[in-house]
């Protein structure tokens, strides 16, 4: 069975902090896929990133970078110089791959309520 | 283009009563999904249709939830009778099918239902 773990239930930061929230995800498979979302207050989820298990290669993208070390099944993202629009509830999610390269349904963590004051 | 579409974006009922959601995923998304989120919980999947057809309805409840999606286009999942614990936000996805595995999930807005 799959599961991602989100430890950190809420962070609060003061703005132009950096702030890196955790991912540790437990799968049997060897071909999996890893996302992060963005839920801001209006409550649409917002698509931030795809990672396979197959690259280990770390992400920038801005002041969003990734953190992918399949040692230790983690998947930790980092925001630099939060600003306070960063403010969202932030989820960590898994699938496995289908036999024939179809999709899946996303395991997902619990999420963690980023709060960035000013 | 236009995202993913959820219809109505609140329903409250009455316990035993019956509630249908609606989802229009991105034009042209062979993927679409169903997940659901009660309160303080996890987002939970529910079912994956490929077109028309049910891939995986391994997340669904028990028997009192329905989903379809006719012609393989826009998708409905019913709820009868509703129980109190139904309550939540209720999340539909699209995604294409193509190479490279798994593609990212385009979610919609959500149907927050709460059953009274």
């Known amino acids: 069975a799959q599961k991602v773990t989100q430890a950190q239930t809420e962070i609060s930061v003061v703005e132009k902090e950096d702030v890196t929230l955790d991912c540790v995800y437990e799968?049997?498979?060897?071909?999996?896929?890893l996302f992060w979302y963005k839920q801001p207050p209006s409550g649409e989820l917002v698509f931030l990133i795809r990672r396979n298990s197959f690259d280990e290669q770390n992400e920038i993208s801005g002041r969003y970078s990734w953190n992918f070390q399949k040692s230790t099944s983690s998947f930790n993202f980092t925001i630099t110089a939060s600003q306070v629009v960063d403010s969202a509830v932030y989820f960590c999610?898994?699938?496995?791959?289908?036999?024939?390269?179809?999709?899946?349904?996303?395991?997902f963590g619990k999420g963690t309520h980023l709060i960035i004051q000013p | 283009e236009a995202g993913v579409t959820q219809f109505p974006s609140h329903s409250v009922i009455e316990k035993g009563q019956t509630v249908t959601l609606r989802c229009d995923p991105i034009s042209g998304h062979d993927n679409l999904y169903w997940y659901r989120r009660v309160m303080g919980k996890e987002i939970k999947f529910l079912l994956h249709f490929v077109k028309e057809s049910k891939q995986d309805e391994s997340g669904m409840p028990n028997n009192r939830f329905l989903a379809e999606r006719t012609g393989g286009t826009y998708s409905t999942l019913k709820v009868q009778p509703a129980e109190l614990e139904d309550s939540g936000v209720y999340f539909c996805a699209s995604s294409p099918i193509g190479l490279g595995g798994q593609r990212e999930q385009f979610f919609g807005p959500g149907t927050r239902l709460t059953v009274l």
């Open positions: 799968t049997r498979d060897t071909t999996y896929y």
């Open positions: 999610a898994l699938s496995e791959a289908r036999s024939g390269g179809g999709a899946d349904g996303l395991t």
